[in-house]
């Protein structure tokens, strides 16, 4: 017998194309979230079993990736001898305080005698005998006893721990997250990460008119989804040139439209040099100005790159209470400004003119300012276990 940690995948399960692939992504996830802790891997399409001695530890681990149904601590047996099994799920139950039970048997080894219910019943009247004042219920019974006859081997185990549910982080491919250092688009960048994209982050900084202080807010940020993503790559943009020369020629009421198309601009540019296949931000329908349906439209119109939005229909308080939970609240209420918020003006456009953006847009030539923003931006590479590792790639 072994103490393991038991996977189970839930909606993974019924992607029957490529479930090998999602397997095998979801193994390399867990391989690599367990790093510094001694483990050994297995899996089949029915669980993924880790075997280690740190099982507390692994289980923090585990519980933040992505495509994990349910985890349970359970224990694994190579002998199916049915008399064997019903013995060993009483030694193992002696010890917990529980007045109500069910057992719920799965039997995948089709050849096994008796039908899932006739095991779970059997093993139910074997408890019954073995152990006083015990009551069966089927609803919300104290301990649900799991017992499952599989190929080659019977796995044990008791109410598990709900997993985050979502996809492996990459087996859906890559995006790009426009990453402000707000309550937004860390919530955003989650929860594409949860839909198994993984993603690299964008940032527009303007030195000297933003601090360096809203730089490592973001820093911090981009730590904290690593802990879901794996290692989090921030492009960090020089936007200052744009910036400025936004200020100085266009009317100051289309700057934030203007201003944004150009953060779309390069987002698109840099999300195909980087083999991303979307965009991923934190827009809200209707939260600002620039947020309007109208003003998306007109912002969207800079690039022909699919943006994915996934808190566009939320409300703040929701998008807060995600923040919340995914523990990057904090650090986004800290005070330090990014470059949109110090731009705004007093009556931004919220329903731009296509005719006007084009107009304005000619004025200055963007084109050479884009191209040399994206040269110049430097890349960071963020993961949760170093402090920070500055790192020029270009
Ligand atoms: P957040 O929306 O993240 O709370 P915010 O409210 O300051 O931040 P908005 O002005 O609402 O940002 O911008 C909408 C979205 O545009 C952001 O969620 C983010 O995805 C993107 N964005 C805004 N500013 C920046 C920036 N400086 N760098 C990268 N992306 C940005
Ligand atoms: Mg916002």
Do not use: W
Not at 85 to 101: D, G, H, P
Not at 368 to 378: D, G, H
């Amino acid at each position: 017998m072994e103490k393991v940690i038991i996977i189970k995948y839930g909606e993974l399960s019924t992607k029957s194309d490529n479930i090998d692939f999602f397997l095998k992504t979801l193994k390399d996830n867990v391989r690599n979230k367990l790093l510094g802790i001694e483990h050994e891997i297995k899996y089949d399409r029915g669980r993924m079993i880790v075997y280690t001695d740190n099982i507390p530890e692994a289980m923090e681990k585990i519980k933040l990736v992505f495509g994990i149904h349910e985890i349970c601590i359970g224990y694994q047996y190579q002998d199916k001898d049915f008399a064997l099994i019903k013995e060993n799920v009483l030694r193992l139950i002696k010890n917990i305080s529980f007045a109500t039970f069910k057992v719920v048997a799965k039997r995948s080894d089709k050849n096994y005698p008796g039908t899932s219910i006739e095991i779970a019943k059997e093993i139910g009247s074997h408890i019954l005998k073995g152990l006083a004042n015990k009551k069966v219920i089927m609803d919300n019974p104290d301990l649900i006893i799991n017992v499952e006859i599989r190929l080659n081997d019977v796995l044990i185990y008791f109410n598990g721990e709900r997993g985050l549910g979502g996809y492996p982080v990459s087996t859906l491919g890559k995006g790009l997250l426009m990453l402000s250092g707000g309550i937004d688009s860390p919530v955003a960048g989650y929860l594409a990460i949860k839909r198994g994209v993984r993603i690299e982050a964008i940032y527009f900084d303007s030195p000297p008119h933003t601090s360096p202080m809203a730089l490592k807010k973001v820093e911090n940020l981009a730590r904290i989804l690593s802990k879901y993503n794996g290692e989090v790559r921030l492009h960090v943009i020089n936007f200052t040139k744009i910036q400025e020369e936004i200020i100085k020629n266009i009317p100051n009421y289309y700057l934030i439209t203007i201003m944004r198309r150009m953060m779309y601009q390069i987002s698109a540019i840099l999300a195909s040099n980087i083999n991303a296949h979307i965009i991923i931000n934190g827009e809200s329908i209707g939260q600002v100005a620039s947020q309007t349906l109208k003003s998306m439209q007109v912002i969207n119109e800079a690039i022909k790159m699919p943006v994915i939005r996934p808190v566009c229909t939320y409300d703040k308080l929701e998008i807060i209470d995600v923040a919340k939970k995914i523990g990057t609240y904090e650090t986004s209420i800290e005070p330090f400004e990014d470059c949109c918020t110090i731009f705004v003006p007093d009556h931004p456009v919220i329903h731009p003119d296509f005719k006007l953006v084009k107009e304005y847009e000619s004025l200055v030539d963007f084109k050479t300012l884009i191209y040399e923003a994206i040269k110049n931006r430097k890349v960071i590479k963020i993961n949760e276990y170093e402090e920070k590792n500055y790192d020029d790639l270009l």
